[in-house]
């Protein structure tokens, strides 16, 4: 595939599920789309003929608590919007529209897999118009609480270093370094499932959220192991999971990221709080026509440094 090309899908792909908060039945369609269209998502199961649209951007983020929610002054559209994002990111797709009749997206298997499997189905296509990136030209951090975030310069596409740690046998300290490619996203990440903990299912419940989690969605851990009966896909899957998260939520700076994201301890209030102040610097960032790792970052070559830069401010969600 040409990486200086826009691109698409080839067809329509469906799929079909519930969602893991709301419990609803959902049916998500991913639409090609032209040159320039960007990631968009589309609600027509709003009743009255009604149809919503809002772009997969920072702006029309109005929620972070469990999932990344969209929507615009009319009040959120879309939840849990991350794993098709980072599914379309991951491969190296500019411009699809994203049709659901229902507030959130389907669960799936709590992974970004059957979202890679429907749209291999159907195929990419490769446009006539140039892709633009956004190129990081010097280091960026926030830190919210224990949770630090900071995003560099790097030469190669985006980058993604996974950090959790949790006071917890089954999990653990965890990490995970990553060049993001088609071919390393499908076999390294996009499998990893979802992720929650017994102890936390009465207040969940209680606040309207998890509705839908079950052991056919989601990693269930309990105060000693993991419950679901056929284990861990992977050894580290928590961690690859939260990188499957930042790759998602990532994709709402509007454009490829040329750049290191390095993540301690974050979640999707930290990702969207990291692109957030960096699309406000506007001396951090560049557009730019092609990936070329040779070009110079206007000097920049700084290595990852430590987390010394302010908190990012109000809480977001």
């Known amino acids: 595939m040409k990486v200086g090309r826009q691109t698409t899908l080839r067809d329509q792909a469906v799929l079909s599920g519930i969602g893991v908060h709301s419990g609803l039945p959902v049916t998500l369609t991913l639409h090609p789309a032209e040159s320039n269209t960007g990631l968009r998502f589309i609600s027509a199961g709003l009743g009255g003929g009604r149809e919503r649209e809002v772009r997969a951007e920072i702006g029309a983020v109005t929620a972070t608590e469990f999932a990344t929610v969209l929507g615009d002054a009319s009040g959120p559209l879309i939840s849990t919007a991350e794993h098709v994002l980072a599914a379309l990111r991951g491969l190296g797709i500019d411009n699809a529209v994203i049709e659901v009749d229902s507030p959130e997206a389907p669960i799936m298997d709590g992974s970004a897999a059957p979202f890679v499997a ?29 949770a630090r975030g900071e995003i560099r310069p790097y030469g190669r596409g985006l980058r993604v270093e996974t950090e959790i740690a949790f006071d917890h046998p089954a999990i653990g300290r965890q990490a995970l370094a990553l060049d993001v490619r088609p071919d390393t996203f499908r076999r390294e990440i996009a499998r990893a499932r979802t992720f929650g903990f017994m102890r936390d ?19 269930v851990v309990a105060e000693s192991r993991v419950l679901n009966a056929d284990g861990v896909r992977f050894p580290d899957e928590f961690v690859r999971h939260k990188a499957v998260d930042a790759i998602g939520d990532l994709a709402l700076a509007g454009a490829p990221l040329i750049g290191a994201y390095r993540t301690v301890r974050g979640g999707h209030k930290l990702n969207h709080a990291m692109v957030t102040v960096l699309m406000a610097d506007r001396s951090a960032w560049e557009y730019v026509d092609t990936p070329d790792a040779a070009r110079r970052i206007r000097g920049h070559t700084e290595p990852a440094g430590g987390f010394t830069a302010p908190a990012y401010g109000p809480d977001v969600s």
């Open 201 to 219: 299912v009465a207040k969940l419940w209680s606040a309207g959220y998890a509705l839908g989690a079950s052991f056919e969605n989601t990693v």
């Open 118 to 146: 429907a749209i291999d189905q159907v195929g990419i296509e490769v446009l006539d118009a140039p892709r633009r990136f956004i190129r990081v030209l010097k280091p960026v951090r926030v830190q919210l609480g224990s």
